[in-house]
């Protein structure tokens, strides 16, 4: 029966490695096909799209790094994006940390308030969100993204890091406490090293649909040397023909940001999966 049990598990396991195997073809088959698109001319991509150039030739990158805009709009996502992720990081967590940390009046109400964030779009509130945005003068202004992504995104922030913070024991407060720290160096030098993980998730899980966005930009930017990656891309639709080499090598800088972050914050993000599965 062990035998039988055994060779069962193995055959499970085996077969989840194919399945994971499959998947992950399937997710990096595009990816790599952009990628190789990006070294191709226009001629190359329609003639023979599915293999690899005739050489790998930087010249679609040459023209999108000196011909175009799409450097000036690099630095406007990418600023964006930072000031977003960090604002996010420091609110959701001081936030967070009030909420599971402190028992006060209205904090049941206060938890509900934001996890209502979570079930309504932004998006229904277009309207009234860009009259406002105008009357305080931050419509074509790259703070006025700023503080749209960062209300939009803040309720799955305060989620995240309320989950992590509740699980941490309350010695460690206590024992701070009895050292004669203050309640914001127990806070930043005890709490926070401790769900260094939880935040990378919710800068990675914020990052990516702020940095990919197309939507909001459209509706608030109007000109071009305010204009985000994802919106800045569009110029390469021409009305009669579109260079596609120089469009796939403008994907390409535009995806690779965001996967170097993860890559190199794979094993902390990990981490704060499984810490947060087991808790």
Not at 176 to 199: N, Q
Not at 231 to 240: D, M, N, P, S, V
């Amino acid at each position: 029966m062990s035998t039988m049990n055994k060779k069962s598990g193995d055959l499970g396991t085996w077969l989840m490695h194919i399945f994971l195997g499959v998947n992950a073809v399937i997710m990096l088959y595009p990816i790599i096909m952009m990628a190789l698109s990006s070294f191709k001319t226009n001629k190359e991509i329609f003639s023979s799209p599915f293999s690899l150039p005739q050489s790998f030739s930087l010249d679609n990158f040459a023209v999108i790094w000196n011909e175009t805009n799409v450097p000036r709009y690099f630095i406007n996502s990418t600023i964006v994006t930072g000031l977003s992720v960090l604002v996010l990081l420091v609110v959701g967590t001081m936030a967070a940390y009030a909420l599971s940390r402190y028992k006060f009046k209205g904090n049941i109400m206060i938890s509900l308030f934001f996890l209502s964030g979570l079930m309504l779009p932004l998006r229904l509130a277009i309207i009234p969100l860009f009259i406002q945005l105008k009357t305080l003068g931050l419509v074509d202004n790259l703070l006025g993204l700023i503080c749209i992504y960062t209300a939009m995104s803040l309720p799955a922030t305060v989620f995240i890091m309320t989950g992590f913070l509740r699980s941490l024991p309350s010695e460690l407060e206590d024992s701070a406490r009895m050292d004669g720290a203050s309640e914001f160096r127990i806070m930043v030098e005890i709490m926070v090293p401790l769900i260094t993980p939880a935040m990378v998730i919710a800068g990675i899980y914020n990052a990516v649909p702020i940095w990919n966005d197309f939507f909001f930009p459209l509706i608030f930017i109007q000109s071009p040397e305010w204009k985000t990656l994802a919106q800045g891309l569009t110029a390469f639709f021409g009305e009669y023909s579109i260079n596609y080499g120089v469009l796939y090598a403008g994907l390409t800088l535009a995806a690779l940001p965001i996967m170097l972050v993860f890559i190199v914050q794979s094993r902390r993000f990990i981490a704060g999966m499984t810490a947060g599965a087991i808790k």
